[in-house]
């Protein structure tokens, strides 16, 4: 039976049976109260996290999101029960820490992770396309260094206590979220009462879904960055048929529940800012290409037991942190007295998302291996 499972799961029809139950399932979190276009967004939501624990103190991003939670202990489920689980790591630690840290900066210029540009886009925001195009262009740059040998080294087998380190960190997140205590007065741990936040879905519903997403992610093996990487360097359509799956399932779902608003301006938790779009998601695809998977990708490798895939999802919580308190984040569009505003990024956002690039370009050339004859 569970050669059969495997088979399927590894089939077309399993990568897209895991893009459409996320383009399903995120629309209906967001119908169950996650906040608009954002019923998933692994960038928005390990920003919350950030903001629970007390990385910024940016009042309106503060949430222990379940699903986060849940998509590490799915994928753990489904490693377990197929004997997956396999602890590894070392493979460049610290440069993949510093990759999740652009890939946030980049992520949150933006304000959305790739499932969310995807999602954004299905539910009629039309600035997801300048997002979408820079996320390709991000990763394109990174499979011209995977093309010329840039590797990050090969993990290697470890104690097994390392592949635990992701999934009890997630089930002491998910006490927190549950018990919410406060260690000092006016500190951590904090929750949002206003502002994206303070929207989320009943814990249960959220924890069901993101165990489902990450049960079948693990087992299919989805990943945006990984489909366009494959569609640029072998013409494989795989993985890439999972991510439109994903993206014609939730524009129906938002059709049928009165979810689609067409347009650039104004969408909500967006910006139309279109230069700072393209350019904030090409710094993150190009760091995504570079550490090897999307940050949906990162959570579900953590839970089977790949410790560098860790230290890339705590260095994108770090990097929210460090995004929020110094300014880098975009700002949202609003509307004053009935005139649009457009959001975007602070002149120190700006400066962050071309210093990430530079650095990222940097990663890139420095960390090829060396051919037959080169010095």
Known sequence: MSERLTRFFASRWGIILAGAAIGLLAPLLQKAGNPPNMGICVACFERDIAGALGLHRA????????????????????????KEFKPRAGSAPIVRFFLGMFAMIGALAFLGCPWRALLRLAGGDLNAILGLAGLVTGIAVGVLFLKAGYNLG???????????????FMVSLLVLLILRPQFTKDGAIFFSKTGPG????????????????????QRTRFCTMGSIRDVILMGDTHLISGVGALLVVAFL????????????SPQPVAHSSHLWNFLGM???????ALAGGCPGRQLFLA??????????????????????????????????????????????GQWAVIIGLVLCLLIGFTMRSKKAGEV
């Not at 949430?63 to 490693?79: D, K, Q, T």
């Not at 989320?200 to 959220?206: D, G, Y």
């Not at 779902?253 to 650039?264: D, P």
């Open 303 to 348: 839970g089977e037991g790949d410790g560098d895939a860790g230290v890339f999802v705590i260095g994108m919580i770090v990097g929210a942190g460090f995004s929020h308190n110094f300014a880098l984040a975009g700002t949202p569009d609003s509307v004053v007295d009935g005139v649009i505003k457009v959001g975007g990024l602070t002149t120190y």
């Open 198 to 217: 303070s929207l989320h879905a009943p814990i249960l519903i959220s924890l069901a879904v993101g165990l489902v997403i990450g049960f079948l992610a």
């Open 154 to 168: 090969r993990a290697q087998r470890t104690h097994t206590a390392v592949g635990w380190v992701m999934p009890l």
């Open 282 to 288: 090409s710094l993150a695809g190009l760091a995504f």
């Open 59 to 82: 009042a309106v991003v503060q949430y222990i999101r379940p699903e986060i939670i849940a998509f590490v202990l799915g994928s753990l489920i489904a490693a377990l029960l197929f």
């Open 253 to 264: 779902t938002n059709l049928a529940l009165g979810q689609f608003k067409l347009g650039f």
